[in-house]
T-cell receptor
């Protein structure tokens, strides 16, 4: 099955700096790569995603890049703010034997702390 | 807005008890998922369901079962709770790839 590795496990930056979180995946058949943000006391929420036919996607201060050849993808947050502090999870689509292909394998998460 | 609700935010149960965790979504999603979240281990899939009465094992199904009698409701059952099942349990639903998560149930088994 799919295996997703995520680094670093913790990241501390100063407000205004950039933050980068990296993930690798094992299954070359994976074609969908989302990033989720989990704030304290809440469930994860999708913040950005990318499909395998695209190399980069941006949404304001957030961007995701994908290198299919190397099987890795990254989340970039620019001009970080204290409210960016959260746990971030990457994920990759997984194949399964059942009727649905909408199964994700998640990385272990990165705790991002933005210091004012 | 999609809403996924879980029956309890906090639950304390004794070893050996049968435990039911309930999840309800209001968006008519076919797919529903149960994960457990542990520090340093991320989100691990326990079971998922892609239709009423249909279910598939995830990565860590041992010690758990599920029930999906209605489209909007997906239940996670711990037949005989053990201390190693102390964890945060997250339910999610989806129509396609984007999963919508509930707030989680923190279960403590003593």
């Amino acid at each position: 099955g799919e295996n997703v590795e995520q680094h670093p496990s913790t990241l501390s930056v100063q407000e205004g700096d950039s933050a980068v979180i990296k993930c690798t995946y094992s299954d070359s058949a994976s074609n969908y790569f989302p990033w989720y943000k989990q704030e304290l006391g809440k469930g994860p929420q999708l913040i950005i995603d990318i499909r395998s036919n695209v190399g980069e996607k941006k949404d304001q201060r957030i961007a995701v890049t994908l290198n299919k050849t190397a099987k890795h993808f990254s989340l970039h947050i620019t001009e970080t703010q204290p409210e960016d502090s959260a746990v971030y999870f990457c994920a990759a689509s997984s194949q399964n034997s059942g009727g649905s292909n909408y199964k994700l394998t998640f990385g272990k998460g990165t705790l991002l702390t933005v210091n004012p | 807005d999609v809403k996924v609700t879980q029956s309890s935010r906090y639950l304390v149960k004794r070893t050996g008890e049968k435990v039911f965790l309930e999840c309800v979504q209001d968006m008519d999603h076919e797919n529903m998922f149960w994960y457990r979240q542990d520090p340093g281990l991320g989100l691990r899939l326990i079971y998922f369901s892609y239709d009423v009465k249909m279910k598939e094992k995830g990565d860590i199904p041992e010690g758990y079962s599920v029930s999906r009698e209605k489209k909007e409701r997906f239940s996670l059952i711990l037949e005989s709770a053990s201390t190693n099942q102390t964890s945060m349990y997250l339910c999610a639903s989806s129509f396609a790839w984007e999963q919508y998560f509930g707030p989680g149930t923190r279960l403590t088994v003593t």
